[in-house]
């Protein structure tokens, strides 16, 4: 599995029986109700509400699922979903991030919807904090402080608590890896924290942490008589030498790997620790990263139950002489990466530079096998992937983008790739989630990308939900647990 030049014709089969087939959301970005009964405020909260957004929106109303769950779950039924995974916000549920003074209308607002969720058939997949921390936490340092590492698990004990009979599938926390570049190398995301060289290699220490506490807290208290599963989801992009056959090519290559996978995947699922190649910083005689010590090492190592895989894009790479500065989330990355010239764009073009997303369908395949030679074959469930609608449009008549072609070709040559790494190569592939059941707030990007199944009205006061012509394509493939001969 070396080059990309590979047969990208559909492969007909099926899943493996009982595939878990679902969209994914998270609080922040669908629920609205910012200061809504008794919810506290998150980081994201301020973030936005201090510019930094794009378009100049925000998420104080955005899909307004607090008050339109029932809409969401009644597009999941029509998709047929088996599985929904969304997120938990802390400061709803524990306003001072105290879990002994929890606010009673936010634990009601989840029991409610889970229960609605399971009386519709649809398991709940939960993540436990998808990136919007309470601003109290931050107030006292945040992910920089240690003290958060006791305040998550704490968190993590009361949502076992509070929903883990009817939750059987965790996820403690998304993608560490944006978290640590963006909320705190370059700071495009909350809390807006602009330190690339120290902040964001020092906070991946305590995110690693936390995520093995709350793994071990399930693992003590609550396994037994909850019998569900846990673990974190991370993200990768695939990563290929631009030269296959010119070794620095392939360092350049694995060194990206080793950077956006390896940082938290060997920690988690490797020896416990730090990938070695990122252990070394330019220049300095001591690493960037924290140390982790033995018993850290021996708390991390192990904590899961299944591989969260977060994956869209594929980038090609190849060294440079120095790491350069503008790619801030890694400064002692002296690889340049790219997109082959060759590859399909989706999403935006800004500023006439086209953003990050190529849709390179077998990018995925060759990760999967990656993981699972890399990690000691794990069950591996794809907690994020999908595409957003490319700009400028192809027919402007259609300005709510519901035929939208490009999306429903991305999710079946991603699909039928994961479907290979299943039938071909023998991955352990239990579920995928499509990112995105409806078009949200995207972080900073506010309403300018949308990735949405269904397309959302945010200006006409009542958020209208329309489904897009993918939506029916996704559904297909739930039908047939894949691709079948027709
Ligand atoms: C992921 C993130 C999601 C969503 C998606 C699309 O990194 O977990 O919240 O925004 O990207 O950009």
């Not at 058939?121 to 919007?132: E, F, G, L």
């Not at 008589?225 to 990563?239: K, Y």
């Not at 990112?435 to 990735?451: C, I, P, Q």
Request: charged share 20%; proline share 5%; net charge negative.
């Amino acid at each position: 599995l070396n080059t990309m030049s590979e047969n990208t014709e559909l492969t007909k089969g099926h899943f493996r029986k009982g595939f878990m087939w679902g969209a994914a959301t998270a609080s922040y970005q669908i629920e609205g109700a910012w200061n809504e009964d008794g919810k506290g405020q998150s980081i994201w909260d301020t973030f936005v509400h201090t510019g930094h957004i794009e378009d100049g929106t925000n998420g104080d109303i955005t899909c307004d699922s607090y008050h339109k769950y029932q809409e969401d779950i009644n597009m999941l039924k029509n998709l047929k979903a088996t599985h929904y995974r969304f997120s938990l916000s802390w400061s709803r549920l524990l306003p001072t991030a105290d879990s002994s003074t929890p606010n009673p209308a936010g634990v009601d607002f989840y029991n409610k919807f889970i229960d609605a969720l399971l009386a519709s058939n649809i398991k709940p997949c939960v993540t436990i904090y998808h990136w919007d921390l309470p601003q109290c936490l931050q107030d006292i340092g945040g992910w920089q402080s240690d003290d958060i590492v006791e305040k998550f698990r704490e968190y993590s004990d009361f949502c076992f608590s509070q929903f883990g009979d009817r939750v059987k599938l965790w996820i403690t926390i998304n993608e560490p890896h944006v978290q640590c570049g963006f909320g705190y190398g370059n700071g495009i995301h909350a809390p807006g924290i602009k330190d690339p060289l120290n902040a964001c290699y020092q906070v991946s220490r305590t995110m690693l942490l936390a995520h093995a506490h709350a793994y071990r807290v399930y693992d003590t208290k609550y396994r037994k008589t909850q019998n569900g599963q846990i673990s974190i989801t991370l993200n990768s992009d695939w990563c290929e030498p631009k030269d296959p056959t010119n070794p620095e090519h392939v360092k350049a290559a694995q060194f990206y790997i080793d950077v956006t996978l390896g940082w938290f995947a060997n920690p988690v699922y490797g020896d416990g620790d730090f990938p070695a190649s990122m252990k070394k910083s330019q220049g300095l005689e001591k690493s960037r990263l924290p140390t982790l010590t033995e018993e850290e090492k021996k708390l991390i190592k192990g904590t899961y139950d299944f591989f969260g895989l977060n994956h869209y894009t594929t980038r090609l790479a190849e060294p440079v002489s120095e790491a350069t500065q503008d790619y801030l989330m890694h400064p002692d990355l002296a690889v340049y990466v790219h997109p082959d010239s060759s590859w399909e764009r989706a999403g935006l073009i800004k500023n006439e530079v086209p953003e990050w997303l190529y849709i390179v369908p077998n990018g995925l395949r060759k990760l999967l096998n990656y993981i699972s030679k890399t990690y000691g074959d794990p069950s591996i469930i794809i907690t994020e992937n999908g595409c957003s609608t490319k700009n400028p449009v192809n027919d402007p008549g259609d300005t709510k983008q519901l035929v939208d072609e490009q999306r429903c070709c991305y999710i079946t040559s991603y699909l039928n790739e994961a479907l290979k790494a299943h039938l071909l190569d023998g991955v352990d592939l239990r579920g995928y989630f499509l990112w995105t059941l409806m078009d949200n707030f995207e972080w900073a990007a506010g309403h300018t990308e949308r990735f949405g199944l269904h397309h959302v009205d945010f200006s006409d006061g009542n958020q209208t939900r329309t489904p897009r012509k993918s939506a029916a394509i996704y559904t297909k493939i739930i039908e047939e647990n894949g691709f079948s001969a027709s």
